[in-house]
């Protein structure tokens, strides 16, 4: 059987009986979106590759004691946030310039222009988000760009569903207060 | 906060949900975190396969290639899939076999449990271990399923 067709929790069954290539299936469904994640929240991309590895190397070696309890995503979501958090407490807190949530307009062709605008919409959300506190940073992307629902994200975070509601308007309120200047 | 002003973050939001990974740069954190895992990866402990000869050789198997071959002999009955083994060793003898299996729903648990149980023993006289009868195998069902539990 075709290991991609495969349930999460059958390949992680099968990862935990030591196969290898059932664990690689799930490090190639679901380390993409949290090497995703990890850059959004972390706002650089070396440190979102460490980060997404540790978690996937650490969810390995943690197979024995998954009992099932919250889904494999939501599990590997809360291990990636984990260790973008131990990065970012290592970090020295950098400023967010003032600029780079500016609208710029350059003088190009439509389809370049849009493209440019979009590329710059984007830069103007990671400097965004890398102002706003961590818990509210992280539940405002896995609400919004990767899905997950408010007890998911409260599990992820190990907070409960309610201050996940409270994380999540603040930060949306927070996020399009940066963002007018591109209305 | 109007609709107006959350549009321009609600555009943002829809470019990051479409946001990838470059590819190239994907498979080299999945190619590191596959080495790692592959080179942390060791055979286990010797469990005895026979007892010593005259000469006081005696023959092994390494806990890693039995847990393979007796997850494989579970996986061969549809309405079931292993969740763990774990196996009590004293000295290089297996003496206790605990086997955590998922069912099927609505298949009867008592007699899937005595398949696995069956299977297993076949397996381990399979595998020639010393005193393969004396092996305590204990099964535990520890969640069903709608679906294939092994899909």
């Known amino acids: 059987m075709d290991l991609g067709q495969r349930s999460d929790d059958a390949l992680v069954r099968a990862a935990r009986l030591g196969d290898t290539d059932a664990f690689a299936a799930v490090v190639h469904r679901h380390g993409p979106g949290m090497e995703r994640y990890a850059r959004f929240i972390l706002g650089d991309d070396q440190d979102a590759a460490d980060a997404t590895q540790e978690a996937l190397v650490s969810a390995w070696r943690g197979l024995p004691g998954f009992r099932g309890d919250s889904t494999v995503r939501t599990w590997l979501f809360t291990l990636v946030s984990r260790r973008a958090a131990d990065l970012q407490r290592r970090r020295r807190p950098l400023p967010v310039d003032d600029e780079q949530l500016e609208r710029r307009l350059p003088a190009l062709p439509d389809t370049a222009l849009a493209t440019a605008l979009e590329a710059d919409l984007l830069a103007a959300l990671r400097a965004a988000l890398q102002a706003l506190p961590w818990r509210q940073r992280a539940s405002w992307l896995l609400r919004e760009v990767e899905g997950l629902r408010y007890d998911e994200i409260a599990a992820t975070l190990g907070v409960t569903s309610g201050q996940v509601r409270g994380y999540l308007s603040r930060g949306r309120a927070e996020l399009a207060e940066r963002m007018q200047a591109w209305r | ?151």
């Not at chain 2, 990838?20 to 080179?39: E, K, Q």
């Not at chain 2, 003496?95 to 149980?117: F, H, K, M, P, W």
Request: no cysteine.
């Open chain 2, 1 to 151: 906060m109007t609709g107006d002003d959350s549009r321009p973050l609600d555009q943002a939001a829809e470019l990051a949900r479409r946001e990838t990974v470059d590819p190239r740069t994907w498979d080299r954190t999945a190619s590191g975190v596959m080495a790692r895992i592959r080179s942390s990866v060791r055979p286990g402990r010797p469990l005895r396969v026979s007892l010593p000869d005259d000469r006081g050789s005696a023959t092994h198997v390494s806990e890693r290639v039995a847990v393979r071959l007796l997850g494989e002999a579970l996986s061969e009955d549809g309405d079931l899939a292993p969740s763990a083994l774990r196996l009590e060793v004293q000295g290089d003898r297996l003496t206790v076999l605990r086997v955590e299996i998922v069912g099927r729903y609505g298949v009867d648990l008592q007699a899937l449990g005595e398949r696995a149980g069956s299977a297993v023993r076949a397996a381990l006289e399979g595998l020639l271990l010393a005193d393969a009868d004396a092996i305590d195998v204990l099964v535990s069902v520890v969640d069903v399923t709608v679906e294939d539990p092994r899909r």
